[in-house]
Structures are given as structure tokens and as C-alpha cells.
């Protein structure tokens, strides 16, 4: 399960619904453990009238109701942020540096936010850099994503007691500990 994303309108136990139906589903395939991470960032995208929250970020309550052991957080990190709240991805810039396959979904992607387009045998490091900054790009640091972990299967149960940390919680302002 690479998200898990529903609508408001989804009654509220379709989360916890869904992801014993992909730990099943997962385990009758052999599948013996399960690693899920949540984001806590927020992200913003920038409007006419300024930065509007797009996703309020999450601590990983589905996982932590579904008992799994906090690993703690993935390594910071620094991201690049486009203007419409989206992640372009370290991996993805390289495509454009390096000429790679993979790289026309990546530009087309910069030329829908304003970029020019690239021009026939124009090198890739030198349009992405001009790219990002006429669109706006932004690099932001990342604290990093919670991680959780749970056996599946037969060994449904067991714990990862030498590694658990207790469950980060919101604290009142709404933000993640």
C-alpha cells in the first residue's frame, strides 16, 4: 500500500477498513511484515491571497490504532517544493539533468506551472535550474516521516519491543510531536 487516501464523505471506519484488508490480502501473498510511514509536514501552495494549507500533515493514528511499533522518524531531509503544494522528487530532477527516460512527464510538468520549454538539445542541468526559479520552486527542510512496522501473517502480534518508541501525539496547537 503505497497511500491511503479517501474522501470526507467515506464513512469513518473505511481507514482502519481498508488497511486490514490490505494486511490480509498482503499476508495470503506470503507478505510477513509491513513498514508504513506517516508525514507530518504540512503542505502549502501558494495562491493570489498566499499560502493556503493543502495537507495539515499526520502523525500515523491508523497505524498506532492498528497497535504497530513506532520505529521512530526517517532521516531529515530537503525538499523541493512547486507552487501547487506537489514534491518534485530528487529522482525526477535527475531524469532532466542526466537526460534521461522518464524526463518529458517531469518537464511538461514544469512547463504546465510556467517554465519555458525546453529547447531541442539544450542540456538538462542548466534548463531545470531556470525552470524551478521561473516557476518558483522552493526548497523547504523536512524533519522526516514517522515510521511504523508490524508483523503480519503468522506472526501477526509479535513486537518489535527493542526498537518501539512511545507514539508521537499532536499537541494542542494541532502541531506533531
Not at 499560502?51 to 511499533?69: C, L, N, R, S, W
Not at 524551478?132 to 519491543?161: D, E, K, M, T
Request: hydrophobic share 35%; proline share 7%.
Amino acid at each position: 500500500m503505497n497511500r491511503l487516501v479517501l474522501l470526507d464523505e467515506v464513512p469513518a471506519n473505511a481507514e482502519t477498513w481498508a488497511q486490514a484488508r490490505v494486511f490480509r490480502l498482503a499476508a495470503a501473498r506470503g507478505v510477513r511484515g509491513i513498514v508504513a510511514h506517516s508525514d507530518p509536514e504540512p503542505r502549502t501552495r501558494l495562491t493570489a491571497h498566499g499560502p493556503e494549507v493543502i495537507f495539515p500533515g499526520h502523525h500515523g493514528t491508523i497505524y498506532q490504532a492498528k497497535g504497530m511499533d513506532y520505529l521512530g522518524k526517517t532521516r531529515p531531509r530537503r525538499l523541493t517544493m512547486l507552487p501547487d503544494g506537489s514534491v518534485l522528487h530528487d529522482r525526477a530532477m535527475s531524469k532532466v539533468r542526466n537526460d534521461e527516460c522518464g524526463r518529458g512527464g517531469v518537464e511538461r510538468r514544469l512547463v504546465a506551472l510556467g517554465a519555458r520549454p525546453r529547447s531541442e538539445g539544450e542540456p538538462g542541468r542548466g534548463w531545470l535550474e531556470e525552470a524551478l526559479q521561473a516557476v518558483g520552486a522552493r526548497v523547504v527542510s523536512h524533519g522526516g516521516n514517522h515510521r511504523y512496522a508490524a508483523y503480519i501473517g503468522p506472526r501477526a502480534g509479535r513486537r518489535f519491543a527493542a526498537t518501539s518508541y512511545p507514539y508521537p501525539k499532536a499537541d494542542r496547537g494541532g502541531a506533531v510531536a
